[in-house]
């Protein structure tokens, strides 16, 4: 066992919320190692920006990259009916005159190599191929990682402040006995990717599409990539999707949901697939505390919501911004106790909530535009959400009116 040099964080995890906070920590000159089991580029699902990453993406400093670079240019979310029938968009531009208001869809085994060496250039001491094996725990307080690397080398590093990043396996959260699994959210996914599907033309072109199947019992993303590359996916019950069908077959599931969704038919009829099936299954979570003494959770490590909204890269930004500053703070003071890292908590899961309420009102048969006829004045707050800007509390206006704008569902 070797016993490494001792950074002042260690961020397990070179994802968006790993990069994010070992990125922000550094540009403040705080030591920081990051420790990635995987090599980049690595394959990963959730490739659809919000407006509201723009204000972490600027910090980051990347955005000149995302400005000159592959990614499709995305300006609105569109809702299709189960009967095929596209809504009113939602243009963000319309909303807000900000640059902001325009975003992107990534492929985010690019998008995540770009973040990941944004942290090696503002200091972040980026090991890629590095496994952590286990958080060090003096009593309640993490005091350190043990990590192996490639070559079977094993160290022991301590450090003042542990960053569990490390996504939806995150460490700290299920050996504290943290994840509580959602009561209401138990989705499943079955996606794969499309060359030559059909898209719009214009500020269209980049639109993410939420295409209701038949009976409201599920919906499929439709994301534009570059390279003309569509990701294509279907979210709905795990019962629905994987028991009491005919088979186990992710193709054949994936297929039987195509045919119960009159606006994906004629989008994917020509194009051709260019990836394999995937699936996720009962993926909804949130941690209990977003800190203790001496470590601190984002992004999935913390909890992950639901693909409806893209709001994963944004959860995964913010959080890994709010901690850095917490963090930051902390080490200033001498203080990186469970309630200086986790000042950022209340405020962070209040949004979560936010987002969560509209996930829920729409798998309950909320129909978008019902709403907008019935309470003209709420879609600013539709579009606060749809955007991402969930963390205040004006808001909250929008629950009471939820119920009238709903339909029945057979999920």
Not at 138 to 160: F, I, M, N, P, Q
Request: charge should be negative; proline fraction near 4%.
């Amino acid at each position: 066992m070797i016993r490494a040099a001792e950074p002042e964080v260690v961020v397990i995890g070179g994802g968006p919320a790993g990069a994010t906070t070992a990125t922000l920590l550094a540009q403040r000159g705080r030591s920081v190692r990051l420790c990635e089991r995987e090599r980049f580029p690595r394959y990963h699902v959730g490739e659809s920006l919000i407006p509201e990453t723009f204000w972490v993406l600027e910090r980051l400093g990347i955005l000149p990259q995302l400005r000159g670079g592959p990614f499709v240019e995305k300006h609105s979310v569109q809702f299709v009916s189960e009967q095929g029938r596209l809504s009113e968009p939602f243009y963000f531009a319309d909303y807000k005159q900000h640059e902001s208001s325009r975003t992107w869809q990534v492929a985010r085994q690019d998008f995540d190599q770009l973040m990941l060496d944004n942290a090696r250039q503002h200091g972040v001491d980026v090991r890629e191929g590095v496994r952590v094996l286990d958080v060090l725990f003096e009593g309640d307080r993490a005091v350190g990682v043990k990590t192996l690397d490639e070559s079977g080398v094993e160290e022991e590093v301590r450090c003042r402040v542990v960053v569990d990043a490390a996504g939806q396996s995150g460490l700290i959260l299920d050996r504290l006995g943290l994840r509580q699994w959602d009561p209401v959210l138990k989705k499943a996914a079955v996606w794969t990717y499309f060359k030559g599907a059909a898209r719009e033309s214009g500020r269209d072109a980049g639109a993410t599409l939420v295409m209701q199947t038949a009976g409201k019992v599920g919906w499929f993303w439709y994301i534009p990539l570059q390279n003309d590359v569509t990701s294509v996916g279907v979210v709905a019950p795990h019962d629905h999707l994987f028991k009491n069908r005919d088979t186990k077959d992710l193709e054949a599931i994936f297929q039987q949901e195509v045919a119960r969704c009159p606006g994906v038919q004629p989008r994917i009829a020509e194009a051709e697939r260019v990836a394999p099936y995937r699936a996720a299954k009962e993926y909804s979570y949130r941690s209990s505390k977003v800190a203790g003494d001496g470590w601190v959770l984002v992004g999935d490590a913390f909890g992950f919501l639901d693909p409806l909204y893209s709001s994963g890269i944004l959860l995964a930004l913010r959080s890994g911004a709010l901690a850095a500053d917490a963090i930051s703070a902390g080490l200033e003071s001498n203080d990186t106790s469970a309630s200086a890292l986790g000042c950022w908590g209340p405020e962070y899961v209040a949004g979560l909530e936010r987002m969560r309420k509209l996930v829920c009102g729409f798998y309950d048969g909320l129909n978008f535009g019902r709403l907008v006829r019935n309470h003209g004045h709420a879609k600013p707050l539709i579009t606060d959400i749809l955007i991402g800007d969930i963390f205040k509390g004006d808001i909250d206006a929008l629950w009471p009116l939820l119920d009238g704008a709903k339909e029945p569902t057979t999920a």
